[in-house]
């Protein structure tokens, strides 16, 4: 299981400071989500309900959902081949969830452009992160009040929301998978903390 955590610790970590505010509480969708670290290409997908999310990627290690709760105050990282979860109290969301920050330094509306068939307002913003400042452009998309695309060219990361699908999402995508259990570990969580 700690084997588990040290290699995919990288993507609950991604250092793209992001938080909740940015999403419309009405969005309701799911997309196929491609992120891009450096030479490395990983895609998954997203359902969004309302300010519920969650997120399914699989590689060599097997599946990881992210499942946020704001209505709960929790996020929820499972894995399914251990028929297991560990919940984290929601202070900000990892990573790999596009969203404009509060604490961004700056904010500029630059332009409209369409992103994957979605009119989409253009914003340069300002972000604190490891390693000193760092810019990010980011496409809200104003349909659904949701940011769609992330690049941060710097550290050669992206993330982006392809063949968005409309409409209401299943209750079920948004709960813990009955008989999964709640792993606690004082060996996992500091590198857990900042998420």
Same mark, same amino acid.
């Given at each position: 299981?700690?084997?588990?955590?040290?290699?995919?610790?990288?993507?609950?970590?991604?250092?793209?400071?992001?938080?909740?505010?940015?999403?419309?509480?009405?969005?309701?969708?799911?997309?196929?989500?491609?992120?891009?670290?450096?030479?490395?290409?990983?895609?998954?997908?997203?359902?969004?309900?309302?300010?519920?999310?969650?997120?399914?990627?699989?590689?060599?290690?097997?599946?990881?959902?992210?499942?946020?709760?704001?209505?709960?105050?929790?996020?929820?990282?499972?894995?399914?081949?251990?028929?297991?979860?560990?919940?984290?109290?929601?202070?900000?969301?990892?990573?790999?969830?596009?969203?404009?920050?509060?604490?961004?330094?700056?904010?500029?509306?630059?332009?409209?452009?369409?992103? !994957?068939?979605?009119?989409?307002?253009?914003?340069?913003?300002?972000?604190?992160?490891?390693?000193?400042?760092?810019?990010?452009?980011?496409?809200?998309?104003?349909?659904?009040?949701?940011?769609?695309?992330?690049?941060?060219?710097?550290? !050669?990361?992206?993330?982006?929301?392809?063949?968005?699908?409309?409409?209401?999402?299943?209750?079920?995508?948004? !709960?813990?998978?009955?008989?999964?259990?709640?792993?606690?570990?004082?060996?996992?969580?500091?590198?857990?903390?900042?998420?």
């Amino acid at each position: 299981m700690k084997k588990f955590f040290s290699q995919r610790s990288w993507f609950f970590m991604l250092p793209v400071f992001l938080l909740l505010a940015g999403s419309a509480p009405a969005a309701q969708f799911s997309a196929l989500m491609m992120i891009k670290d450096g030479d490395r290409l990983v895609s998954g997908k997203i359902y969004v309900q309302d300010a519920l999310m969650r997120q399914e990627f699989t590689d060599a290690e097997g599946q990881t959902v992210t499942i946020v709760r704001p209505d709960q105050k929790v996020i929820w990282f499972i894995m399914p081949l251990e028929r297991a979860y560990v919940e984290m109290p929601l202070k900000k969301l990892p990573g790999q969830f596009i969203q404009i920050p509060k604490e961004a330094l700056t904010k500029r509306l630059v332009g409209k452009e369409t992103v !994957n068939g979605y009119e989409a307002e253009k914003y340069e913003v300002t972000v604190r992160g490891g390693g000193g400042l760092e810019k990010q452009t980011i496409w809200v998309a104003t349909k659904l009040g949701t940011p769609v695309k992330l690049i941060a060219k710097e550290r !050669n990361f992206s993330v982006e929301y392809k063949s968005i699908k409309e409409g209401a999402q299943a209750e079920r995508l948004f !709960n813990l998978p009955p008989g999964y259990k709640k792993l606690v570990s004082p060996d996992l969580l500091p590198s857990w903390k900042g998420y």
